[in-house]
């Protein structure tokens, strides 16, 4: 077979996005774009990855790591440039060169097969990936001769009236013999419109010198859309949003409303669940099968078990067991995990917590740094008292306890299995188990002294 290397042009700054944070780093779904590229091309079977660094370098190798080899490109002297500080790394190698664009992620690994394919198939020299444009404003041209051929790219910049009006575009991916694509980039000038040494610029070197170069058409254009400014990124958004949700679609998941739904593409959801409109899933969210998630919910790196509800609620870095059910108005902060059939209500914020199954903490609690039993009743207004301002102390609710409405649960403290907190409780000794705690004041009550306050007043 055939040796591959692959070769993704990521050194630009992005001037037109005017961010400090580096082009190729802007996320898409929640992934930087970059990242989409090299995972796309690492699994079309190349031998070899290369990504081309320069601007944001240190940031931009943190977050692609060990799937790649990098070389800096210290000047950004244009694309062809870029592509010939390889040169080091691939001068003595046979075989096919994929120059990919790292501001390109929506190009899928099929259509890079495609690509592939049509290259090797064709015996060409070099196979340029366009794509026919509604709006081909900004990208390279392919001009093609009277007998269909390709003959050279042409750029927006440097096209004169009659090559502005060509709507088959550069997507910015070719494949090259290796050998040829070298020899060629060392007779590339800057002589253009923007100063650049363009890549580009070697179909029409190798075109003269009597080699065949190639043109494969794909019929998607949305999966070729660069990603120069942030009206496109929004696009990207959009269309990889799309794609991710088909895809769960596709499995089986009923996404109500898909242009307002937000999934990562790391995120797994199981047969028959819901997701209501608003919802955004991010991280490594993991959702079993039979659930309901949302209307506007947001987890991120989330476990949900089978048959869970969870709705109008926020949940980072927990673990929701089956049949539970969340919100409305739930706030589930790092590492709680909520046992099978529990109950968090609305406007409850649990944090660092664990619940057994079956026990249920329904309104308006804080719940932090605590263990909670199962079979637990935990009332309306609830409050672990976890800080004294400089450290955080552990609240344990045993098996089958009840927490009346309104108490003050004040840490380190344990609540004995099966023992009754009574309401407007503050609790600052262990409760032993099968108890009642009343911790609260005495109720007196004065007859008649409402009239006799009454009476004052009119006096
Ligand atoms: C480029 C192509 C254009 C094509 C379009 C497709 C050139 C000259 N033009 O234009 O024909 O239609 O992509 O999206 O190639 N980069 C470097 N080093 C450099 C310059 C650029 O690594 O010195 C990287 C950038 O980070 C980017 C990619 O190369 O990821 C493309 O560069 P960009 O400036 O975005 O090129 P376009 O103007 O979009
Ligand atoms: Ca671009």
Do not use: W
């Not at 190698?93 to 394919?117: M, N």
């Amino acid at each position: 077979m055939t040796n591959r290397y692959a070769v993704v042009l990521a050194a630009g700054q992005g001037t037109r996005m005017k961010s400090k944070l580096y082009k190729v780093l802007h996320p898409i779904a929640g992934r930087p774009m970059v990242q989409h590229v090299i995972d796309q091309i690492s699994s079309v079977n190349v031998d070899k990855v290369i990504t081309i660094v320069g601007f944001g370098a240190e940031d931009v190798k943190k977050h692609i790591g060990a799937k790649s080899e990098f070389v800096l490109q210290e000047e950004q002297l244009g694309t062809g440039h870029a592509v010939l500080q390889a040169e080091a790394l691939l001068k003595d190698k046979e075989g096919t060169t994929i120059v990919v664009c790292g501001d390109t992620p929506l190009i899928t690994k099929e259509t890079y097969q495609s690509l592939i394919d049509h290259h090797e198939k064709s015996g060409a020299k070099a196979t340029i990936l366009t794509a026919k444009a509604p709006n081909p404003f900004g990208y390279g041209r392919i001009i093609r001769n009277e007998a269909n051929g390709v003959e050279r790219i042409v750029e927006h910049k440097d096209a004169n009236d009659k090559e502005l009006l060509v709507d088959e575009i550069n997507t910015g991916t070719y494949c090259f013999d290796n050998q040829a694509l070298f020899q060629a980039l060392k007779q590339v000038s800057n002589n253009n419109a923007q100063g650049e040494y363009y890549l580009p610029d070697v179909i029409e070197i190798l075109q003269q010198q009597g080699e065949i170069v190639s043109a494969y058409i794909t019929h998607n254009f949305d999966e070729t859309l660069g990603i120069n400014d942030r009206v496109a990124l929004a696009e990207a958004e959009k269309i990889m949003k799309l794609r991710i949700n088909e895809r769960h679609m596709k499995n089986g998941v009923t996404i109500v409303d898909p242009e307002h739904t937000y999934i990562g593409p790391d995120v797994k959801i199981g047969a028959d669940t819901i997701i209501h409109p608003g919802t955004i899933l991010k991280g490594e969210t993991v959702i079993e099968e039979e659930a309901e998630i949302g209307p506007y919910s947001e987890l991120i790196n989330c476990y949900v078990g089978k048959g869970t509800i969870v709705k109008q609620s926020v949940a980072s870095d927990s673990k929701i067991g089956n049949h539970v059910k969340v919100g409305p108005y739930a706030h589930l902060r790092p590492e709680s995990s909520i046992g099978n059939n529990g109950k968090i209500g609305n406007f409850v914020e649990i944090k660092k917590t664990d619940l057994k199954e079956n026990s249920k903490v329904s309104h308006l609690s804080y719940i932090g740094d605590a263990h909670v039993g199962s079979n637990v009743n935990i009332g309306c207004g609830t409050i672990t008292v976890n800080y004294d301002g400089k450290h955080k102390y552990v609240t344990t609710i045993e098996d089958d306890s009840f927490i009346g409405c309104n108490s003050n649960l004040i840490a380190p403290v344990t609540i004995g299995r099966g023992s009754y907190v009574a309401a407007g409780s503050t609790i600052t000794k262990d409760v032993p188990e099968d108890s009642l705690s009343v911790a609260r004041a005495r109720q007196t009550n004065k007859e008649g002294y409402a009239s006799k306050i009454k009476k004052q007043k009119k006096d």
